[in-house]
C-alpha cells in the first residue's frame, strides 16, 4: 500500500521546520510579520490557557478575519461559557480584530503548519471544536486536531475550481483533509459540488460575508466629515486596486462639479501616500480634512464611517481582475452600488443584487461616468437602490441562526 502524500507533506514539514525562525525573522524585517509576537507562530504563547471548553476560530487574513466576527458575536452572545480563539495570519487582520473582537475573546497569531509547532498550539489550548473559514485546509493542523478528537467545522467553505483542480492532483490526500470535518457550510452550489467530489460532506450553504451586522462608525468623527464635507455629494471608491484608481477618477473627473467629492479607499492602505501625490488629493492618515476634489482615507477600520457619509459607493476589484470585493458592506448601510465587470469572487450575491436592482456593472470608464451622472443628478434612484440593497443584505442575516443550530450538536459534543 503506497503511503499518503500527506505522510510526505508530514515528513518535508518535520526536516523544514528547524528552519523556520529564520524565515520568520527575516518576514518580520520586511514587515510581513509582527516582531514581538513570533513565538505564537510557532506554537509558543504567554497567554494562559482559561479553564471551560475552548472553541477556536481561524481566519487567516483580513477578509476571512472580519467574516468571521459575526460568528464570534453570536457564539460570544448565545454561549458566554465557552472560551473562544481567533487565530489569523497576517499582521494586517490582527490589528483589524484588536479593534473588534469582543472583551474577553483571546487573539493569537496562527501556527505555521509544522509537526512540532502544531503539537505546542494543540497541547497548549485543547480545543473542543475548530472552526476554519473559507479554504483554510493546513494539513498537519487538521490531521493533529482530528486525532485527538478535536470536532472541526469548515464554514463559509470557498473551494475555487482550481484550487480542487490542484486537491483532485492527490485524490487520497483529498478525501483524508475533506472527510476530516464534521461539518461543512460552502459558500455556494459550486463549491458544495466540489467539497463533495473531493470526499467531504457538505451541508446548507453559508457565507459569513453576507451575515453581520454593518460596519462600525464613530458617531461624532462622523458628525465632523459630513460638517466637512459641507453638503458635498459624496462617491466612495472602496477597495480599489492598482489600475481601478484610474478608471474611477477618470469616470468623476468627468462628471464632477463643484458640489461632488471623490473619497478614495484603496483595498491596501499603505498605498495612500502615492495616490495623493498622483491625483492632488488630501490625504486621511495625514489628518488632512477632505477639501479638495479627492481625498483618500488610507486608514484602517474606518470603511464604516466612509460608506455612511457616501451617497454612491463604487466597489472595486471589479476591474483588476482580482473578481470583485463583498458588496454586502455598502448594502448593509444601504447605499446604491456600482462596481467592474469581474465580480466572480462573489457571483451570488452581486447577481442577487443585479436582479433587485440594487447594483449596476459597469464595463468601463465611459459606462461607469455614465451611472454616477444618473444617481448624482437623481438622488431618488440611488435612495431606491440603496433600500433595496439594504432590504437583501437583511435577508442575509437568517443563515447565520442556521449555521449556530448547526454547530450546536458539535458544542454539545
Not at 478614495?264 to 498605498?271: F, S
Amino acid at each position: 500500500m503506497r503511503p499518503s502524500p500527506l505522510a510526505f507533506y508530514g515528513v518535508l514539514t518535520a526536516l523544514l521546520e528547524p528552519l523556520a525562525p529564520m524565515l520568520l525573522r527575516r518576514r518580520a524585517a520586511r514587515g510581513k510579520e509582527d516582531a514581538a509576537r513570533l513565538d505564537e507562530r510557532l506554537g509558543r504563547t504567554t497567554r494562559p490557557r482559561p479553564d471551560g471548553r475552548l472553541v477556536w476560530l481561524h481566519g487567516v487574513s483580513v477578509g476571512e478575519a472580519m467574516s468571521l466576527l459575526p460568528l464570534v458575536a453570536a457564539l460570544h452572545a448565545a454561549r458566554p461559557e465557552l472560551v473562544l480563539l481567533v487565530t489569523s495570519g497576517t499582521r494586517t487582520a490582527a490589528e483589524m480584530l484588536a479593534r473588534r473582537l469582543p472583551d474577553g475573546v483571546i487573539h493569537q497569531y496562527a501556527p505555521i503548519d509544522a509537526p512540532r509547532t502544531v503539537k505546542r498550539f494543540l497541547d497548549h489550548w485543547r480545543p473542543s471544536l475548530a472552526i476554519f473559514v473559507e479554504s483554510e485546509l493546513w494539513p498537519n493542523l487538521i490531521q493533529d486536531a482530528h486525532a485527538r478528537g478535536v470536532k472541526l467545522a469548515l464554514v463559509s467553505a470557498r473551494i475555487t475550481e482550481g484550487t480542487a483542480r490542484n486537491w483532485r492532483r492527490f485524490p487520497v490526500a483529498a478525501h483524508e483533509i475533506f472527510s476530516s470535518f464534521d461539518l461543512i457550510l460552502p459558500q455556494d452550489d459550486a463549491t458544495a459540488g466540489r467539497v463533495r467530489r473531493l470526499g467531504g460532506s457538505p451541508g446548507a450553504k453559508l457565507n459569513l460575508k453576507l451575515a453581520g451586522e454593518p460596519l462600525p462608525a464613530d458617531e461624532a468623527e462622523l458628525a465632523r466629515l459630513r460638517e466637512a464635507c459641507a453638503g458635498r455629494k459624496v462617491v466612495l471608491a472602496a477597495s480599489t486596486h492598482p489600475g481601478e484608481d484610474e478608471i474611477v477618477v477618470g469616470a468623476f473627473r468627468s462628471v464632477a462639479e463643484a458640489d461632488t467629492l471623490l473619497i478614495l479607499a484603496p483595498r491596501h492602505p499603505e498605498r495612500g501616500l502615492d495616490l495623493a501625490a498622483r491625483f492632488a488629493a488630501t490625504r486621511r492618515a495625514a489628518g488632512e480634512a477632505p477639501s479638495g476634489a479627492i481625498h483618500v482615507a488610507d486608514t484602517l477600520g474606518e470603511l464604516g464611517l466612509f460608506f455612511r457619509l457616501a451617497d454612491v459607493v463604487v466597489m472595486g476589484g471589479g476591474w483588476a481582475g482580482v473578481g470583485g470585493h463583498n458588496p454586502l458592506e455598502p448594502a448593509r448601510i444601504g447605499r446604491p452600488i456600482l462596481t467592474g465587470p469581474n465580480v466572480s469572487n462573489a457571483a451570488e450575491p452581486y447577481a442577487d443584487l443585479f436582479a433587485e436592482a440594487a447594483a449596476i456593472a459597469a464595463a468601463d470608464t465611459e459606462a461607469l461616468a455614465r451611472h454616477l451622472r444618473g444617481l448624482l443628478g437623481n438622488p431618488a434612484i440611488g435612495r431606491r437602490m440603496g433600500e433595496a440593497a439594504l432590504s437583501y443584505a437583511s435577508r442575509q442575516s437568517a443563515a447565520l441562526d442556521d449555521a449556530l443550530a448547526r454547530l450546536e450538536p458539535l458544542l454539545a459534543a
